[in-house]
C-alpha cells in the first residue's frame, strides 16, 4: 500500500501474506479496516462478488450467488483481502439467502460504521426459483438515513431480465 504512513497501514496483516489460510466457517474475525484518506468527500466503493456461496440451513445444499456491496466510508474501510476471505468463510456456512446479505451488511456496519452501505444477494435458482435479497443502511440521524429509505423504496424498480439464472 503505497503511499500510506505505517500508522494507516496497521492493522493490515494480511494484504501481501503469503501463508493465506481460508476460515472453514462463517468467520467476521478476518475482516480487516484501513483509515480512508478522502473523508471530506462522499463517494461509493462497490464490491463485486461473482462467486459466493453458501449451503442451505435446511437441506445442507449449495447455494450460489453474486453479492454485491456498495457503501459510502466515513474513518475506515474494509480491506479487499480480508473482505474475499470473509465471503469465502460462508461457504459451508448455513442460513438463508436474506440472512447471508444481513449478516455481511450488519458485520460491515460494526466493522466500519459507514455512512451509507447496501447489500444485494441475486442467488441463482433452485427449485425453479431465484431469491434476490436487498438490504440496505444509513447512519441514524443524519442525510445518509433518508437516502437509505429512498433508495429502499425505489429498489429494483427497473428489474433486469433474469434469463440466464
Known amino acids: ?3 500510506r504512513t505505517a500508522e494507516e497501514k496497521k492493522g493490515i496483516t494480511l494484504l501481501g501474506s503469503n501463508g493465506t489460510k481460508y476460515p472453514t466457517d462463517y468467520a467476521p474475525q478476518v475482516l480487516e479496516t484501513f483509515v480512508n484518506k478522502h473523508q471530506d468527500n462522499d463517494y461509493f466503493v462497490k ?4 462467486e459466493f456461496t453458501s449451503l442451505c440451513p435446511i437441506t445442507g445444499q449449495p447455494d450460489f450467488a453474486a453479492i454485491y456491496i456498495s457503501y459510502i466510508p466515513d474513518v475506515r474501510m474494509v480491506e479487499s483481502k480480508s473482505l474475499k476471505l470473509y465471503l469465502f468463510s460462508f461457504r459451508n456456512h448455513g442460513d438463508f439467502h436474506e440472512d447471508c446479505v444481513n449478516i455481511i451488511m450488519k458485520d ?3 466493522l466500519m460504521d459507514p455512512k451509507y452501505i447496501e447489500v444485494w444477494g441475486k442467488f441463482t ?3 425453479g426459483i431465484s431469491i434476490d435479497p436487498y438490504c440496505n443502511y444509513g ?3 443524519t442525510k445518509y438515513e433518508a437516502m437509505a429509505e429512498r433508495r429502499l423504496f425505489e429498489h429494483d424498480m427497473y428489474p433486469e431480465r433474469v434469463s440466464n439464472r
Open 47 to 50: 464490491f463485486n462478488c461473482p
Open 125 to 127: 435458482p433452485r427449485g
Open 108 to 110: 460491515l456496519i460494526k
Open 1 to 3: 500500500m503505497e503511499g
Open 139 to 141: 447512519r441514524k440521524g
